[in-house]
Nanobody
Framework: QVQLVESGGGSVQAGGSLRLSCTFS????????MAWFRQAPGKEREGVAH?????????YAGDSVKGRFTISRDSAKNTLYLQMNSLKPEDTAMYYCAATTRYSGYVLSRQRYNFWGQGTQVTVSS
């Protein structure tokens, strides 16, 4: 079991930046695949970025966030980050941190992840 706690959300104007953090506790000895997801009102939860915590290998959802968002981790602090730059109103959503030890399946599939944080709200105004 692992517990995930996100922080760092808030309200910013378009073009601004935010850094989300996700600190995890519990069974921290396992090799976790971790990701950030987001869910806007009335929409499905979608994967944003993935990182293999052991190696730091990353993957991003696509052109909507690539080049603007950066996922990273600090192993010593058991913390995952999402640096978000050049924010757009369409980035407005609840952002969730997720973790799994499952190694098969698409890295940004919700079904792959079995540990979730409570979410942190990001609101971008135009």
């Amino acid at each position: 079991q692992v517990q995930l706690v996100e922080s760092g959300g808030g309200s910013v104007q378009a073009g601004g930046s935010l850094r989300l953090s996700c600190t995890f506790s519990g069974n921290t000895d396992s090799n976790y695949y971790m990701a950030w997801f987001r869910q806007a009102p009335g929409k499905e939860r979608e994967g944003v970025a993935h990182i293999y915590f052991l190696t730091g290998s990353t993957y991003y959802a696509g052109d909507s966030v690539k080049g603007r968002f950066t996922i990273s981790r600090d192993s010593a602090k058991n913390t995952l980050y999402l640096q978000m730059n050049s924010l757009k109103p369409e980035d407005t959503a609840m952002y969730y941190c997720a973790a799994t030890t499952r190694y098969s399946g698409y890295v940004l599939s919700r079904q792959r992840y079995n540990f979730w944080g409570q979410g942190t709200q990001v609101t971008v105004s135009s």
